[in-house]
């Protein structure tokens, strides 16, 4: 009993410091101690952080490192390029300034679903955001939701083929690929957009009634040039070059070659199904990146600093989200967490289900999508993949559930994504989170029923 107190407490204890500003690189591994003393002695200290937790997050890192590399630098490009305005401001022209939430919506979706970072996307769509909510009078405080929705509900989490990091995470465990279960994540996606827009008419139609415009706010983005923006299929070509290639790669292209090799110790007998996926995302990320440059050589003033700095930027997030795994390897190694797998697994029967659970309430608990699915699943990832194949379950509804269920729940307050993007838009939780959490949780949450019951009626699809 002891020592399941102990893991509740180092996690309380991980959620509080994070919450407090702590560096999770810094504190992950302090918390896990926390863990093994509470379990007196069933693992050594020094042998709990350099035999199991350096391992899993060396192992993170060796899997998904050229993800975060190249989709931070893709990002930094599309951004110095003014290839991301030009996207933005084309699909304002399209749709019209005065359906200001839906065109912010569709530019930050496109973006995001082209493999741009949802940080750099709400940079970038910001200033066109409140320039068009102020002109239509809409509240300010409705901006960080209509980005938040086009940024990481549906183009994160559910449409197919999209290399957001949180479709990613579930390959290697149930040997899927970025177009898992492609039919279920588009009606999810379908209901995700359709529901969030519907929240976000009705809280501007209720602020109009109420007599609410924009508001008063001193805005603290500086003046962009956009006199030198790329045209728009210029600018929508390397994001085109990254979901075409992901699909050719990964259908076609790889698999037509011979991969017996890796069969053999020299290649630790690897299964293709493990890394086709990735290889994919890296081939088109890599080639979109290529053109990206090569097209826009004169528009970006500093080609090597741009990289240097996507480079840069991509290492916080991805050794924060190792920690995290890192953490959750020495929890999952301590006997009193078996107590506590059987707990979950007895909340529901079906494997499907008891990993939605599980992944939604830790992602809910870190406050991040893919800190609680790398969790979940690197502690728990091999029991689910074992019991989906024993009870001949596909295993692409287990990665899509497991992907949204990671966005079911993230959008707390203390979620760095949400912190983030209010700190850029120049707002406060008590402004915005409300919204914000709506579109972005609970639109996620109720996709996920939606999913399970689909999958417990009709099947996978």
């Not at 991980?14 to 069933?42: Q, T, Y």
């Not at 183009?155 to 465990?173: K, S």
Request: aromatic share 10%; charged share 10%.
């Amino acid at each position: 009993m002891l020592g399941i107190v102990g893991i509740f407490a180092s996690l309380a204890l991980l959620i509080f410091l994070a919450h407090r500003g702590w560096n999770v690189i810094f504190i992950a591994p302090l918390c896990a101690a926390v863990a093994v003393a509470f379990n007196l002695g069933d693992l050594p200290f020094f042998a709990s952080y350099t035999q199991i937790f350096m391992p899993a997050l060396g192992s993170y890192f060796a899997t998904y490192f050229p993800l975060f590399l190249l989709g931070a630098v893709f990002g930094k490009l599309m951004d110095e390029s003014g290839a991301a305005r030009a996207i933005a401001h084309r699909i304002v022209r399209w749709v019209g300034g005065e359906r200001a939430i839906l065109a912010v919506v569709l530019a930050c979706a496109l973006l995001t679903y082209g493999g741009v970072s949802l940080f750099v996307v709400a940079f970038s769509v910001y200033p066109i955001a409140a320039s068009l909510f102020r002109e239509a009078q809409i509240p300010k405080r409705l901006i960080p939701a209509a980005i938040g929705l086009g940024s990481f509900t549906f183009t994160m989490v559910a449409l197919p083929g999209t290399p957001a990091i949180q479709n990613a995470i579930p390959i290697p465990f149930f040997k899927t690929t970025i177009y898992a279960a492609p039919g279920m994540g588009l009606v999810a996606a379908v209901f995700m957009f359709a529901t969030g827009m519907l929240w976000l008419s009705r809280r501007t139609a209720a602020a109009r009634k109420a007599g609410e415009g924009y508001g008063e706010h001193k805005e603290e983005f500086a003046a962009v040039d956009n006199s030198n923006l790329p045209s728009f299929f210029l600018a929508l070509l390397p994001i085109l070059l990254v979901i075409g290639l992901n699909f050719l790669l990964s259908k076609y292209v790889i698999p037509a070659f011979d991969h017996s090799e890796l069969a053999t110790a020299r290649f630790k007998n690897i299964d293709l199904k493990k890394v086709l996926a990735i290889w994919a995302i890296i081939g088109a990320m890599l080639a979109a990146i290529v053109v990206l440059a090569l097209t826009n050589r004169k528009r970006i003033a500093d080609l090597q600093g741009a990289i240097n700095k996507g480079t840069l930027g991509s290492l916080l997030p991805m050794a924060n989200t190792a920690s995290e795994v890192g953490y959750g390897a020495v929890i999952a190694a301590l006997a009193a967490f078996a107590v506590v797998r059987e707990g979950l697994k007895a909340v529901a029967s079906d494997p499907v289900v008891s990993l939605w659970l599980v992944v939604t309430v830790l992602a809910g608990m870190t406050g991040s999508a893919s800190g609680g699915m790398s969790l979940a699943l690197g502690a728990m990832g091999e029991y689910y993949a074992n019991a989906a194949q024993v009870a001949g379950i596909n295993p692409e509804i287990m990665h899509r559930i497991a992907a949204m269920g990671s966005a079911a729940m993230d959008i707390l307050p203390h979620n760095g994504a949400v912190i983030t993007l209010l700190a850029i838009c120049g707002l406060t939780h008590k402004q915005s989170y409300f919204d914000l959490f709506v579109v972005g949780s609970l639109t996620a949450f109720t996709a996920s029923i939606l999913v399970l019951g689909l999958y417990l009626t009709v099947g996978v699809f």
